[in-house]
């Protein structure tokens, strides 16, 4: 269940397995919490087609499951955004995920700006704020006073390692009349996401450090076959 309270600056607050509720000032791209912010950490890389072979075998020694994957991802920004001040920092996006593979239901996220690398060189580590949600996310988001911005598509395999993700994929344009997916080209490239598989609290009981230590591992076996580093977008 997910309850707005205002939409600018941005509030929501989220009911899930423990209680999250953040406020993001658009005008100071700043946050305040109730509560610890939870967080997600990530490492990105990308990789020709002639090695989808090698990448493929190599995750799938490494993880303890896997599956094809089929993601539709709609991203909205608020509806104000195009009468803002070009000079102000960038709206917090609000993001609605789908596997389309299986009846699973819609996932609403939103995430901030990356730590700075000084923090946190090794990897990409943001606050973030997720929950569940059966029914019209679509609808749901559009009464939040968000429009669509654009959606993708991501077809490939995500692979399960503890208590992480590793989604390899191809994103595929959006027919412009159906809007249904197109298959991406042969030669287009596969891009990889390495991240925890839910965003966490770095508390003294599951401390941040943990998360970072187990995608670290997953960037050293990877060595000499992928390139995977911290993203700031």
């Known amino acids: 269940m997910i309850v707005p309270c205002h939409s600018d600056p941005f509030h ?34 990308e990789f020709f087609p002639k090695d989808f072979n090698q990448l493929l075998n190599r995750f799938t020694f490494l993880s303890e499951s896997a599956r094809k994957t089929h993601v539709r991802e709609v991203v909205f920004e608020p509806l104000e955004h195009s009468s803002r001040d ?6 917090v996006l609000l993001r609605c995920k789908k596997e389309l593979l299986d009846n699973s239901s819609w996932q609403l996220y939103s995430f901030l700006k990356p730590e700075p690398v000084r923090v946190h060189p090794e990897a990409t580590v943001r606050a973030a704020v997720y929950c569940q949600m059966e029914g019209d996310a679509l609808g749901f988001a559009s009464a939040l006073g968000y429009k669509q911005k654009h959606q993708i598509y991501k077809r490939g395999y995500l692979f399960k390692r503890a208590n992480l993700d590793i989604q390899m994929f191809q994103e595929e344009r959006v027919d412009p009349k159906t809007h249904q997916p ?26 941040l450090s943990n998360v970072i230590d187990a995608i670290l591992e997953v960037q050293v076996a990877m060595r000499g076959l992928l390139d995977l580093r911290r993203k700031d977008a």
Do not use: M
Not at 31 to 39: D, K, P, Q
Not at 86 to 91: G, I, V
């Open 86 to 91: 070009l000079s102000l920092p960038e709206p």
């Open 12 to 45: 929501l607050f989220f009911r899930g397995s423990a209680e999250v509720w953040f406020e993001f000032d658009q005008q100071t791209n700043s946050v305040e919490s109730g509560r610890a912010l939870h967080t997600l950490v990530a490492l990105f890389g």
């Open 182 to 207: 197109i298959r991406a080209d042969p030669e287009a490239l596969w891009e990889v996401e390495v991240k925890s598989s839910s965003p966490t609290r770095n508390t003294p009981e599951t401390p």
